[in-house]
């Protein structure tokens, strides 16, 4: 992963490094967001595509060895990621729910706490209605994130994840140890 990562010295309880996770089968976005007191830095991006490696397993096992790979190397504290959502037909939803298991176990295997947001509460995170579409999503996170662009709007949905759980969870009360699914509305 080419990406470097700007490392900042900060005192101890006001830095949170957060990996967020848009999943998908076709797409799959993370977004890595630090928080630095009340502000919050972007660190990296990342877009998987998983629609070019054939078969539902191959496309597993390429999203579980890169999202491995990525929290190895940036080392999140915590991992978000977006809740299921009504998916247009039960297979979409399968599928769906393959690629987020592969990403909850690459999280769990690192022995990260993992929670879960539904999408309307990522959205109303970065100040958007909680029906609001991609593009406006997207437009937060920039604004936020003082980003001039982002490539695709699962990589914006990835860090709008990553900014609700750092608006929703200071650090202070970061659970310990374990595989954890946190549900917060």
């Given at each position: ?9 900060m ?10 996770i ?5 797409y ?12 919050h830095v ?9 629609k ?6 191959q ?10 790979e ?26 769906l ?36 579409g991609k ?16 490539q695709?709007a ?11 759980h ?14 954890q ?5």
């Amino acid at each position: 992963m080419g990406e470097s990562v700007r490392l900042f010295s900060m005192e101890p309880g006001n830095l949170m490094r957060v990996l967020g996770i848009d999943p998908g089968t076709q797409y799959l976005g993370l977004g890595l967001v630090e928080r630095h007191g009340s502000r919050h830095v972007h660190l990296a991006h990342f877009l998987l595509e998983p629609k070019d490696y054939g078969e539902l397993p191959q496309k597993l096992v390429y999203l579980y060895d890169n999202i491995s790979e990525i929290i190895r190397v940036h080392r999140p504290d915590e991992v978000a990621v977006e809740g299921v959502f009504h998916a247009k037909n039960a297979r979409s939803a399968i599928v769906l729910a393959h690629a987020r298991g592969v990403a909850l176990l690459a999280a769990a295997q690192a022995g990260l706490d993992v929670y879960e947001y539904p999408p309307a509460s990522v959205k109303r995170a970065v100040g958007a209605s909680g029906a609001a579409g991609k593009e406006t999503v997207t437009r937060m996170v920039c604004t936020i994130l003082g980003l001039e662009k982002v490539q695709r709007a699962d990589c914006a949905d990835a860090l709008a994840v990553a900014l609700c759980h750092l608006n929703h969870s200071p650090m202070s009360l970061k659970p310990r140890g374990g595989f954890q699914i946190v549900r917060r509305s």
